[in-house]
Protein backbone atom coordinates (compact mmCIF):
# COMPACT_ATOMS: atom_id res chain seq x y z
CA UNK A 1 0.00 0.00 0.00
CA UNK A 2 1.23 3.77 -1.15
CA UNK A 3 2.02 6.46 1.56
CA UNK A 4 2.91 4.19 4.56
CA UNK A 5 4.23 7.75 5.24
CA UNK A 6 3.58 9.54 8.94
CA UNK A 7 1.52 12.74 7.96
CA UNK A 8 2.76 16.26 8.84
CA UNK A 9 1.34 18.19 11.27
CA UNK A 10 0.91 21.82 11.01
CA UNK A 11 -0.34 24.09 14.31
CA UNK A 12 -1.35 27.43 13.78
CA UNK A 13 -1.28 29.33 17.43
CA UNK A 14 -3.84 31.84 17.90
CA UNK A 15 -6.75 32.54 20.25
CA UNK A 16 -10.35 31.65 19.71
CA UNK A 17 -13.03 33.77 19.29
CA UNK A 18 -14.29 36.44 16.55
CA UNK A 19 -12.57 39.82 19.09
CA UNK A 20 -9.47 38.09 18.18
CA UNK A 21 -9.79 36.84 14.59
CA UNK A 22 -7.75 39.78 13.09
CA UNK A 23 -5.19 40.46 16.43
CA UNK A 24 -1.63 40.70 15.77
CA UNK A 25 -1.54 37.02 17.68
CA UNK A 26 -3.54 35.18 15.43
CA UNK A 27 -1.15 35.19 12.55
CA UNK A 28 -0.58 31.67 13.53
CA UNK A 29 -4.46 30.88 12.46
CA UNK A 30 -4.29 33.42 10.06
CA UNK A 31 -1.46 31.32 7.76
CA UNK A 32 -3.28 28.28 8.13
CA UNK A 33 -6.65 29.64 6.60
CA UNK A 34 -4.39 30.87 4.02
CA UNK A 35 -3.21 27.74 3.14
CA UNK A 36 -6.68 26.13 3.35
CA UNK A 37 -7.63 27.59 1.33
CA UNK A 38 -5.25 27.15 -1.21
CA UNK A 39 -5.58 23.37 -1.27
CA UNK A 40 -9.25 24.48 -1.25
CA UNK A 41 -10.41 22.92 2.17
CA UNK A 42 -11.52 24.47 5.43
CA UNK A 43 -11.58 24.19 8.91
CA UNK A 44 -15.27 22.27 9.94
CA UNK A 45 -14.04 19.22 11.93
CA UNK A 46 -13.21 19.85 15.92
CA UNK A 47 -11.13 16.64 17.24
CA UNK A 48 -9.00 17.14 20.64
CA UNK A 49 -9.43 20.25 21.52
CA UNK A 50 -8.63 21.91 17.84
CA UNK A 51 -10.37 22.57 14.59
CA UNK A 52 -8.66 20.78 12.11
CA UNK A 53 -8.35 19.31 8.42
CA UNK A 54 -6.27 17.48 6.36
CA UNK A 55 -5.06 17.82 3.09
CA UNK A 56 -2.53 15.76 -0.10
CA UNK A 57 0.06 17.55 -0.95
CA UNK A 58 2.64 15.67 -3.47
CA UNK A 59 1.46 12.65 -1.91
CA UNK A 60 1.87 13.45 1.60
CA UNK A 61 -0.86 13.60 3.84
CA UNK A 62 -0.76 17.49 5.74
CA UNK A 63 -2.84 18.26 9.20
CA UNK A 64 -3.58 21.26 10.18
CA UNK A 65 -5.06 22.06 13.68
CA UNK A 66 -6.26 25.70 15.12
CA UNK A 67 -6.23 24.63 19.15
CA UNK A 68 -9.51 25.99 20.46
CA UNK A 69 -7.92 25.96 24.41
CA UNK A 70 -6.58 30.24 24.35
CA UNK A 71 -2.94 30.24 23.37
CA UNK A 72 -1.42 29.52 26.80
CA UNK A 73 -2.53 25.90 26.63
CA UNK A 74 -1.87 25.20 23.43
CA UNK A 75 0.36 22.71 23.65
CA UNK A 76 -2.48 20.33 25.19
CA UNK A 77 -4.22 20.39 21.72
CA UNK A 78 -0.73 19.78 19.54
CA UNK A 79 0.87 17.06 22.06
CA UNK A 80 -2.59 15.12 21.92
CA UNK A 81 -2.16 15.30 17.69
CA UNK A 82 1.72 13.87 18.51
CA UNK A 83 0.60 11.05 20.68
CA UNK A 84 -2.62 10.02 18.78
CA UNK A 85 -1.10 9.76 14.87
CA UNK A 86 2.79 8.73 16.66
CA UNK A 87 4.28 11.60 14.83
CA UNK A 88 8.13 11.91 15.39
CA UNK A 89 8.96 15.96 16.11
CA UNK A 90 10.30 16.70 12.85
CA UNK A 91 6.97 16.06 11.52
CA UNK A 92 5.51 19.09 13.78
CA UNK A 93 5.65 22.72 12.51
CA UNK A 94 4.50 25.29 14.80
CA UNK A 95 3.46 28.35 13.25
CA UNK A 96 3.25 31.68 15.26
CA UNK A 97 3.87 35.33 15.60
CA UNK A 98 6.89 36.65 17.00
CA UNK A 99 7.85 40.55 17.82
CA UNK A 100 11.01 40.50 18.14
CA UNK A 101 11.32 40.32 14.00
CA UNK A 102 10.49 43.02 11.65
CA UNK A 103 6.68 42.51 10.07
CA UNK A 104 6.80 40.17 6.95
CA UNK A 105 10.34 38.72 7.72
CA UNK A 106 9.84 34.30 8.28
CA UNK A 107 12.11 32.59 10.30
CA UNK A 108 11.81 28.98 10.25
CA UNK A 109 13.92 27.16 12.89
CA UNK A 110 14.60 23.38 13.50
CA UNK A 111 14.47 24.21 17.86
CA UNK A 112 14.94 26.99 20.23
CA UNK A 113 13.14 28.60 23.42
CA UNK A 114 9.97 30.42 23.64
CA UNK A 115 10.93 33.75 23.67
CA UNK A 116 8.21 35.10 26.12
CA UNK A 117 5.63 33.26 23.50
CA UNK A 118 2.66 31.84 25.58
CA UNK A 119 1.84 28.99 22.70
CA UNK A 120 5.22 27.84 22.18
CA UNK A 121 5.89 27.76 26.08
CA UNK A 122 2.46 25.26 26.42
CA UNK A 123 4.28 23.14 23.85
CA UNK A 124 7.41 22.77 25.26
CA UNK A 125 6.28 22.19 28.35
CA UNK A 126 3.68 19.72 27.00
CA UNK A 127 6.10 17.74 24.88
CA UNK A 128 8.81 18.31 27.51
CA UNK A 129 11.45 19.42 24.78
CA UNK A 130 12.38 22.61 22.69
CA UNK A 131 13.07 20.72 19.66
CA UNK A 132 10.34 20.59 17.29
CA UNK A 133 10.61 23.03 14.29
CA UNK A 134 8.71 26.40 13.92
CA UNK A 135 7.77 29.00 11.53
CA UNK A 136 8.07 32.36 13.05
CA UNK A 137 6.62 35.29 11.69
CA UNK A 138 7.21 38.96 12.30
CA UNK A 139 4.71 41.30 14.18
CA UNK A 140 7.33 44.08 14.81
CA UNK A 141 8.06 45.09 18.46
CA UNK A 142 5.28 46.89 20.28
CA UNK A 143 5.51 51.34 19.99
CA UNK A 144 6.72 52.92 23.03
CA UNK A 145 6.16 52.23 26.59
CA UNK A 146 3.37 49.85 25.14
CA UNK A 147 3.49 46.23 26.80
CA UNK A 148 3.95 43.14 24.70
CA UNK A 149 0.51 41.95 25.83
CA UNK A 150 -1.56 44.47 24.87
CA UNK A 151 0.21 44.68 21.21
CA UNK A 152 -0.13 41.57 20.58
CA UNK A 153 -3.96 41.52 21.07
CA UNK A 154 -4.41 44.82 18.82
CA UNK A 155 -5.21 44.52 15.50
CA UNK A 156 -2.54 44.83 12.30
CA UNK A 157 -2.33 48.78 11.18
CA UNK A 158 -4.25 49.75 7.77
CA UNK A 159 -1.11 50.07 6.53
CA UNK A 160 0.26 46.27 7.43
CA UNK A 161 -3.09 44.94 6.05
CA UNK A 162 -2.50 46.10 2.47
CA UNK A 163 0.98 43.80 3.13
CA UNK A 164 -0.38 41.24 4.78
CA UNK A 165 -2.17 38.91 2.02
CA UNK A 166 1.07 38.89 0.83
CA UNK A 167 3.02 37.40 4.21
CA UNK A 168 0.66 34.88 4.31
CA UNK A 169 0.77 33.26 1.22
CA UNK A 170 4.61 33.06 1.63
CA UNK A 171 3.96 31.65 5.05
CA UNK A 172 1.86 29.19 3.29
CA UNK A 173 4.25 28.42 0.82
CA UNK A 174 7.16 27.68 2.97
CA UNK A 175 4.95 25.45 4.92
CA UNK A 176 4.24 23.40 1.78
CA UNK A 177 7.99 23.81 0.86
CA UNK A 178 9.01 22.36 4.63
CA UNK A 179 6.51 19.09 3.53
CA UNK A 180 8.01 18.68 0.46
CA UNK A 181 11.39 20.07 0.30
CA UNK A 182 12.39 19.95 4.15
CA UNK A 183 13.21 21.82 7.34
CA UNK A 184 16.84 22.82 5.97
CA UNK A 185 15.99 23.91 2.15
CA UNK A 186 12.60 25.78 3.23
CA UNK A 187 14.91 27.55 5.83
CA UNK A 188 17.14 28.40 2.80
CA UNK A 189 14.71 29.71 0.18
CA UNK A 190 12.28 31.66 3.04
CA UNK A 191 14.37 32.44 5.78
CA UNK A 192 15.53 36.20 4.14
CA UNK A 193 14.56 39.73 5.48
CA UNK A 194 12.28 41.64 3.38
CA UNK A 195 12.90 43.89 0.71
CA UNK A 196 13.03 47.77 1.10
CA UNK A 197 12.05 48.11 -2.33
Do not use: C, W
Request: proline share 6%.
Amino acid sequence: MIGRKKPFLIVGLGNPGREYRNNRHNIGFMVLDQLAGKMDTSFSKMKMNALMTAVRYKGQRIILIKPQTFMNLSGKAAASFIRFYKLPLENLLVVYDDVDLPFQTLRMRPNGGDAGQKGVRSIIKELGTKDFPRLRIGINRPPGRMSVSSYVLLNFSDQEVETLPFVLDQAADAILAFVELGLNQAMTTYNQSPSNE
